[in-house]
């Protein structure tokens, strides 16, 4: 299984159809004053294998990490993958909402996905103090 897709945006959902819909993809956070706190946003990762793989069980960990590499949060989980059609590839579309992400100060942070404890994706996310207006 391999991860095809990571981002950040501002919204992300799956449809009933299964269409993945993405709003406000972005990289960078801009405060005026730290701390500071992120209200809101979605990692967005669409991971993808092997019909051979179907009924599969893996295991995916979310780490998010500062710029000097100290993990400030990790969501462990487990994936089993559906089948698909017989010799096509298996999507599986995830949306994260991650609620009110403190920031002690600007930096250069990391979302990690891992599957089966390796690092699949990197979704870098900076955090830049606005400048002062004059």
């Known amino acids: ?12 959902n799956v449809s009933r159809e299964g269409k993945l819909n993405i709003l406000g993809i972005f990289d960078t956070i801009y405060a005026s ?7 809101h946003l979605h990692l967005v990762v669409r991971f993808e294998a092997q019909a051979t793989e179907a009924r599969t069980t893996r295991q995916v960990e979310v780490q998010f990490r500062s710029s000097d590499g100290i ?4 969501l462990p989980g487990a ?25 002690d100060r600007p930096g250069r942070y990391a979302f990690d ?5 390796q690092v699949a994706a990197t979704v870098p996310l900076r955090v830049e103090e606005m400048p002062a207006r004059h």
């Not at 004053?33 to 209200?39: G, K, M, R």
């Not at 993990?71 to 990790?74: A, P």
């Not at 996905?113 to 404890?117: C, E, N, S």
């Open 113 to 117: 996905v891992l599957v089966d404890g």
């Open 71 to 74: 993990v400030l949060f990790r």
């Open 33 to 39: 004053t730290f701390p500071t706190t992120h209200a």
């Open 79 to 103: 994936m089993t993958l559906q089948p698909g059609e017989l010799g096509e590839t298996i999507r599986a579309d995830h949306v994260l909402n991650v609620s009110n992400l403190n920031f």
């Open 1 to 12: 299984m391999r991860v095809s897709l990571a981002l950040l945006a501002d919204y992300s």
